[in-house]
């Protein structure tokens, strides 16, 4: 399903997104209010004090120290429109991925509500990124209603993926979904993986129905990122499983409307919001540490993630993965150690590159110059049977940290309890992909 902002819009159904030949199956963002779940549209007359998370984060001491400076993130997407107070001066040159009119322009809303999320400098009483020091790359790809509309590329997220993977972006955003596999695709992601690159996907917003893993955040070698709400709990729509790597703040985080950008709607950012999120907390602690590769980064982002007090050491959630973002607690406290820049937290196997400085460099069997990743253990499509009961995820209680206001740390909800069984695995499996 879709993975992420979801507003109220003239459109019914589904955003989809084109996966290469596949065609039509994919979805950006929790575009549809109806989805998620959401509010009416409302004009904000102060969108940032419905930025919540921010102080809960505690975003303004984290500032003091960082704010994402020296970091590129590639946003795939609808586009970003650099011209919005917020983002002026935020975006640099980017790629359109469509083939179509060679532009960046944002033909949609959802892709420049999450460059604020990561970016925005508030001008304009727009939105406040997390990481304003950061810069966005757009990289802009077509969906559904878009390639009705025009001749793209089929092949336009597969070029975007490789693209950024040959560009200066650390980071790639990924906030799209669909269930279906794509060869190209994961042929694109092991590339920007042996690039050095740290992707970051949404595990997308049915978790609530149907709840079939998602890619590309079900590839072994991305970062499925799960939506918490203000309590700390896993949202009722985001999607659970042995692909959830961590989560970011989701819920009730407003966005643009739609492609007019005349204003801000209320609603749920969904997985979309919490990928932007958890992209912005990488560019904020490899800004601290700029000689980290991205393996140490995300070491570090699991290893200070937010959890209760009874959260089983090294366990990890079907729901939560290794639990919420807290960039303040890494920068900060100093909670996480960065560790070996040359093996993946994700698969503790190995990489080709790691960011290290033979990133890039192909690996023997590589017939196209692309990396290839060691596999998640368990990627032979073996199920988790997990080591933790339902209670773990349900029942964790309040973390005591710097980062626990609003409940921000918390484990899992207990709405999803009867579904927890083997929620957690102190070895990670993903299904085969």
């Known amino acids: 399903m879709t993975a992420g902002i979801s507003q109220v819009r003239k459109r019914s159904g589904s955003y989809g997104f084109r996966r290469g030949p596949l065609s039509a199956v994919a979805m950006i963002g929790a575009s549809v209010m109806t989805i998620v779940g959401a509010a009416p549209a409302a004009v904000a007359e102060d969108t940032q004090s419905k930025q919540w998370y921010l102080d809960a984060m505690r975003a303004e001491e984290i500032w003091k120290s960082t704010t994402g400076e020296g970091i590129k993130i590639a946003l795939i997407d609808s586009g970003v429109n650099a011209s919005i107070p917020s983002l002026k001066g935020q ?101 920007a993986h042996g690039k050095g690159k740290l992707l970051f996907a949404g595990v997308g917003n049915t978790g609530h129905k149907d709840n079939k893993p998602g890619y590309p955040a079900n590839y072994p070698e991305v970062v499925g990122v799960a939506a918490s709400d203000s309590e700390g709990q896993v949202a009722t729509y985001s999607q659970h499983g042995d692909f959830v790597d961590i989560a970011a703040p989701g819920n009730n985080i407003p966005g643009w409307c739609d492609e007019t950008f005349t204003k801000y709607c209320d609603g749920d950012g969904g997985t979309s919001a919490a990928t932007a999120l958890a992209s912005a907390s990488a560019a904020l602690i490899w800004s601290a540490n700029p000689d980290w590769t991205a393996n140490q980064v995300l070491r570090v982002m699991f290893e200070s993630a937010g959890r209760g007090d009874d959260w089983k050491p090294g366990t ?54 692309s990396a290839s990743s060691p596999p998640k253990p368990g990627a032979d499509g073996t199920k988790d049977t997990g080591t933790g009961t339902d209670a773990d995820t349900a029942n964790a209680s309040k973390d005591t940290g710097d980062d626990s206001q609003l409940g921000l740390i918390l484990g899992g909800a207990a709405l999803v309890a009867v579904l927890a069984g083997g929620a957690f695995a102190v070895v990670r499996r993903r299904r085969s992909a």
């Open 316 to 369: 990890v959630s079907n729901y939560l993965g290794h639990g919420i973002v807290r960039p303040n607690a890494a920068i900060n406290r100093g909670i996480g150690k960065p560790g070996d820049p040359d093996v993946s937290p994700l698969t503790n196997e190995r990489t080709t590159a790691g960011g290290s400085s033979d990133a890039g460099a192909p690996s023997k069997g590589s017939s196209d110059g």
């Open 91 to 191: 975006v640099l040159k980017g790629f359109d991925g469509t083939e179509t009119d060679g532009t960046t322009d944002d033909y949609d809303g959802h892709g420049t509500t999450l460059a604020e999320l990561i970016v925005g400098t508030g001008a304009g009483s727009g939105l406040k990124g997390l990481a304003p020091g950061a810069k966005i790359i757009p990289m802009r790809i077509a969906n559904k209603e878009f390639e009705e509309q025009h001749k793209s590329n089929s092949l336009d997220n597969v070029n975007a993926i490789r693209a950024a993977a040959d560009g200066d972006a650390r980071i790639i955003n990924l906030s799209i979904s669909t269930e279906f596999l794509s060869y190209q695709e994961k042929e694109a992601v092991k590339y």
